[in-house]
């Protein structure tokens, strides 16, 4: 195992001639079967005399036992002669403020606790063979380009994988060789995360079907990463054309020089500048692909546009830069309310939520025909003029102006719904229409520089509607981003 282990981090150069290397150890068979064949493998007088080790354990406050486990890797730590951080966080509460998932908080919360203590040097982490399997698997689940297809490679930024050509068999067989006693984390069969029902349920029976399956998708990963190195060194020869400043939570792009690479690097170097900005792990999907496209494909102004990627991560255009920004506990909540403003006629991509807005003038001829409609109040007439959708709503043009702001709601946000001849909270209009209080927030609003005018895919405010005296008609339509990708694709 020592061997085949030193083979595998030379053939692919994984550890530095000198400096740290921070080593994960969670206290499980595979993290203790890591640490226990760098401690053989780095050190004075060993393979590698000029690497550190610094043992790092952190403990999710997801379990009553886990403070016995992070005593228990400390205690380990100590015995070896190995510097030792642990840290502690509440991923639940994280999972809640950061709308994640507990599986995917988890894994945040991990990196960047893992990151705050290297300062850069590399990080290296127990995932093996079988986690590479699961991890395809779960990649084909979630949908994903090329990248997703190779899953999980021996390095990535400065994440390092000595035990990826391991088994968690040899691992378990490792630790009992060598008297290792690991710490069992019933977490690994909560059926509640994806990954556990992907080990315990998907793979299983897979197996029945195809009983190499393991060794088929790591076969197909293996022609994918040499692909992905190609790939990656054209994005390597493209950064310093593309990246104009990078800081620890922001990265700022040359929009003219992004456009100029073809799309597939376009794309890649994108995916990797949302991954140094999320954990390691790019949230692009194919819809936040194609809405940046849109945003960078306009004629420049030297008015700042907005998008939000996920909950922490924004990206701002003003003329022809791009600023990529992770959001602070602070921004998160305020992000959420910045406006976008959309000319009428216009298009404009809305903040808080993958949307695009836009406004459109009906033709006057059309306009006409819908005004003698209203004054025979013959509606089937109007409704057939004038379709109208959840997402597609017609509005007097005199009533809202030049412009509208797009944006998510804030305390205080008043409108009378149609028919109504009082205002009402937004929020109360989103309690008694029944909406999620999981979707509330994601909800464009469209607003005049008077009173709110639509809050989009609810309710229409009752001032702006047609009547017998409109002249002109606006035509208000939002498309979520699974629309988007149809429209565009």
Aim: net charge negative; with cysteine.
């Amino acid at each position: 195992m020592l061997e085949r282990v030193a083979a595998y981090v030379e053939q692919y150069q994984l550890l530095p001639e000198q400096g740290e290397v921070i080593v994960a150890v969670s206290g499980g068979a595979d993290s203790l079967c890591l640490l226990h064949l760098l401690h053989r493998l780095c050190g004075q007088g060993k393979r590698y005399p000029g690497v550190r080790l610094r043992v790092a354990h952190l403990n999710h406050q997801l379990r009553e036992e886990a403070n016995t486990e992070a005593e228990a890797v400390a205690q380990l730590a100590s015995a070896w002669g190995l510097p030792i951080t642990i840290g502690a966080i509440d991923v639940p509460a994280l999972a809640r403020a950061e709308g994640r998932s507990l599986e995917d908080a988890a894994r945040v919360a991990r990196y960047r606790f893992l990151r705050d203590i290297a300062h850069g040097q590399p990080i290296a982490v127990a995932h093996h063979a079988g986690d590479r399997v699961e991890t395809l698997l779960l990649h084909l689940l979630r949908g994903g380009g090329l990248a997703a297809q190779v899953g999980m490679q021996p390095r990535q930024q400065d994440i390092i994988r000595p035990l990826l050509a391991a088994t968690h068999a040899e691992t378990v067989a490792y630790c009992a060789e060598h008297g290792l006693i690991p710490i069992e984390d019933a977490s690994n069969t909560d059926p509640r995360f994806l990954r556990n029902r992907i080990r315990h349920e998907l793979l299983p029976l897979l197996e029945a079907l195809n009983p190499g399956i393991r060794a088929t998708l790591l076969r197909s990963a293996e022609v994918a990463q040499v692909d992905m190195a190609w790939i990656e060194q054209q994005v390597n020869a493209a950064w310093p054309t593309v990246v104009l400043a990078a800081g620890t939570d922001f990265i700022e792009l040359s929009i003219d020089a992004l456009l100029k690479l073809p799309l597939s690097l376009q794309r890649h170097l994108l995916r990797r500048v949302t991954a140094q900005l999320s954990a390691g792990q790019s949230p692009l999907e194919l819809r936040h692909y194609h809405l940046i496209e849109q945003l960078f494909q306009r004629e420049p102004t030297y008015e700042t546009l907005f998008l939000d990627l996920s909950r922490s991560l924004r990206l701002s255009r003003h003329f022809t830069t791009a600023r990529f920004e992770r959001l602070s506990q602070e921004d998160i909540g305020y992000s959420q309310t910045l406006p976008a403003q959309l000319t009428i006629p216009g298009r404009v991509v809305v903040t808080g939520a993958s949307w695009i807005a836009s406004a459109e003038m009906v033709p006057d001829e059309l306009a006409r025909e819908v005004r003698e409609a209203l004054s025979r109040e013959d509606w089937p007439m109007v409704w057939r003029l004038l379709p109208s959708t959840r997402y597609v709503v017609y509005v007097d043009a005199q009533c809202v102006g030049s412009y509208l702001e797009v944006r998510t709601r804030r305390p205080g946000d008043r409108m009378r719904p149609l028919g109504m001849v009082h205002e009402k909270k937004v929020q109360d209009i989103l309690v008694d229409k029944h909406i999620p209080r999981a979707e509330r927030d994601q909800i464009p609003l469209f607003v005049s520089s008077s009173h709110c005018v639509w809050l989009a895919g609810v309710t229409l405010d009752d001032r702006v509607r047609l009547t017998p005296e409109t002249q002109h008609i606006v035509r208000l339509t939002i498309q979520a981003g699974s629309q988007v990708d149809e429209e565009i694709g």
